[in-house]
């Protein structure tokens, strides 16, 4: 392992891409804007704890700040410097708060570029239910699955051209000319670039997942009845992957139902069409365990989830690529509350779990989730959720994470 001038070791990558971790990594930390300190004060103890805990004090994590954000634009100018991404790809693995993008100039999201710089093509967000959380469902206990988003294409890539504009003028020129196809006067334009490459990579890493976890299924989330060469494209290639790459160990659903032989075990490929899936999780959501789907999808559909079992509050996320994974909270900024110790910060705290099992210490993100959840059963929550529960003890943000560490066995 390399040394360095940070305290600990960095992660290497091998043939393959997996990962070799030391003992005592080096991982770098993003604050993050508005309430960002203060859900990064509560959840560090939380983490260091777990692994103390889990292993003895013969694994350490040596944290080091990166600077992005409104710090970075105060101290460097901008807002997300190089030096942020060179640090990021030294550590392989990172962890940040919510960061807020300056209006009207630069780029048009930092979450946005960090997840296209640096090629971080799924947003996997895992949806649990806690006992104890407010929930507007009645059995919020049936959620338990997985969402992977492709995370660099679709809408979000960022291909527009605002109304008015010679570009766009000139792009429904274009269309009018070459493809006689006529957009109204004045219209902005964008472009929903879906890819063979970004499509199977994204559910490869879902199956596979899915396999490596003994889940029994993995669902296609597309609407590609309506937008047949971009979502219809994303189904078709994710059968393909799970034909070529995983035909030992899936089947379809089609094949399932027809009565095949030899499917025990399997994992069961599905798929389902974007708007009757928002049902599906309402009303079915124990038959769902993994979902792979685009972008904007994704996005929706995985803050729809997160509402039923406690809110963005409750939701981690990670956003993971071939060399570089950074885990975060998966809410905003919070600005009116910064400074005010009063935010949930399970959200970090989750995704910190997250970032644990990434490493392969899957002994200390459990502690992590098993604590979280003994905290929530004796009734000791933050605010958003102390005023819905009845007999709740509303503690503070830092004495949330505090109360997790006091819950590991």
Same mark, same amino acid.
């Given at each position: 392992? $390399?040394? !360095?001038?940070?305290?600990?070791?960095?992660?290497?990558?091998?043939?393959?891409?997996?990962?070799?971790?030391?003992?005592? *990594?080096?991982?770098?930390?993003?604050?993050?804007?508005?309430?960002?300190?203060?859900?990064?004060?509560?959840?560090?103890?939380?983490?260091?704890?777990?692994?103390?805990?889990?292993?003895?004090?013969?694994?350490?994590?040596?944290?080091? $700040?990166?600077?992005? &954000?409104?710090?970075?634009?105060?101290?460097?100018?901008?807002?997300? *410097?190089?030096?942020?991404?060179?640090?990021?790809?030294?550590?392989?693995?990172?962890?940040? &708060?919510?960061?807020?993008? *300056?209006?009207?100039?630069?780029?048009?999201?930092?979450?946005?570029?960090?997840?296209?710089?640096? @090629?971080?093509?799924?947003?996997?967000?895992?949806?649990?239910?806690?006992? =104890?959380?407010?929930?507007?469902?009645? +059995?919020?206990? %049936?959620?338990?699955?997985?969402?992977?988003?492709?995370?660099?294409?679709?809408?979000?890539? =960022?291909?527009?051209?605002?109304?008015?504009?010679?570009?766009?003028?000139?792009?429904?020129?274009?269309?009018?000319?070459?493809?006689?196809?006529?957009?109204?006067?004045?219209?902005?334009?964008?472009?929903?670039?879906?890819?063979?490459?970004?499509?199977?990579?994204?559910?490869?890493?879902?199956?596979? #997942?899915?396999?490596?976890?003994?889940? *029994?299924?993995?669902?296609?989330?597309?609407?590609?009845?309506?937008?047949?060469?971009?979502?219809?494209?994303?189904?078709?290639?994710? #059968?393909?992957?799970?034909?070529?790459?995983?035909? $030992?160990?899936?089947?379809?659903?089609?094949?399932?139902?027809?009565?095949?032989?030899?499917?025990?075990?399997?994992?069961?490929?599905?798929?389902?069409?974007?708007?009757?899936?928002?049902?599906?999780?309402?009303?079915?959501?124990?038959?769902?365990?993994?979902?792979?789907?685009? +972008?904007?999808?994704?996005?929706?559909? !995985?803050?729809?989830?997160?509402?039923?079992?406690?809110?963005?509050?409750?939701?981690?996320?990670?956003?993971?690529? @071939?060399?570089?994974?950074?885990?975060?909270?998966?809410? &905003?900024?919070?600005? %009116?509350?910064?400074?005010?110790?009063?935010?949930?910060?399970?959200?970090?705290?989750?995704?910190?779990?997250?970032?644990?099992?990434?490493?392969?210490?899957?002994?200390?993100?459990?502690?992590?989730?098993?604590?979280?959840?003994?905290?929530?059963?004796?009734?000791?929550?933050?605010?958003?959720?102390?005023?819905?529960?009845?007999?709740?003890?509303?503690?503070?943000?830092?004495?949330?994470?505090?109360?997790?560490?006091?819950?590991?066995?």
């Amino acid at each position: 392992m $390399e040394k !360095s001038g940070y305290g600990g070791q960095w992660i290497t990558l091998e043939a393959g891409g997996a990962m070799s971790v030391p003992s005592n *990594p080096n991982i770098g930390y993003i604050e993050g804007d508005g309430t960002g300190p203060d859900i990064w004060a509560a959840t560090r103890p939380v983490l260091d704890g777990a692994v103390e805990k889990a292993y003895g004090g013969k694994r350490q994590i040596h944290w080091f $700040e990166l600077l992005a &954000g409104e710090r970075a634009t105060k101290e460097t100018g901008e807002p997300l *410097p190089n030096k942020t991404i060179e640090l990021i790809k030294k550590s392989v693995v990172a962890i940040k &708060g919510p960061l807020t993008t *300056p209006v009207g100039k630069g780029m048009r999201s930092l979450n946005v570029t960090l997840r296209q710089v640096l @090629d971080l093509y799924a947003c996997v967000r895992p949806v649990r239910y806690f006992p =104890g959380i407010p929930s507007p469902v009645r +059995n919020p206990e %049936k959620v338990n699955m997985v969402v992977f988003r492709e995370n660099t294409e679709d809408v979000y890539a =960022g291909i527009e051209w605002e109304s008015g504009s010679a570009e766009a003028e000139l792009f429904a020129r274009l269309l009018r000319d070459n493809f006689g196809v006529t957009l109204r006067d004045l219209s902005g334009v964008g472009v929903k670039p879906i890819s063979p490459e970004g499509t199977k990579r994204l559910v490869r890493r879902a199956i596979a #997942y899915a396999i490596r976890l003994g889940l *029994p299924s993995v669902t296609l989330v597309h609407k590609g009845n309506i937008m047949k060469y971009t979502e219809g494209a994303f189904r078709k290639w994710g #059968y393909e992957t799970a034909r070529q790459e995983f035909a $030992e160990s899936t089947v379809s659903e089609e094949e399932v139902e027809a009565g095949a032989q030899g499917v025990g075990g399997k994992v069961v490929i599905k798929e389902r069409i974007a708007d009757s899936m928002f049902q599906q999780v309402l009303l079915r959501p124990e038959e769902y365990s993994v979902i792979a789907t685009t +972008n904007l999808n994704g996005d929706y559909l !995985s803050d729809a989830l997160a509402a039923q079992v406690g809110g963005l509050g409750m939701a981690p996320g990670a956003n993971i690529g @071939d060399e570089a994974a950074v885990f975060e909270a998966t809410h &905003g900024t919070a600005p %009116k509350y910064a400074g005010l110790d009063k935010v949930n910060p399970g959200s970090l705290i989750l995704s910190g779990a997250m970032m644990l099992d990434h490493l392969g210490w899957t002994e200390a993100g459990n502690l992590i989730r098993e604590a979280l959840e003994r905290t929530i059963g004796a009734g000791v929550v933050t605010y958003d959720l102390a005023r819905q529960m009845k007999g709740a003890k509303e503690v503070g943000c830092f004495r949330f994470g505090r109360a997790i560490v006091e819950h590991m066995n």
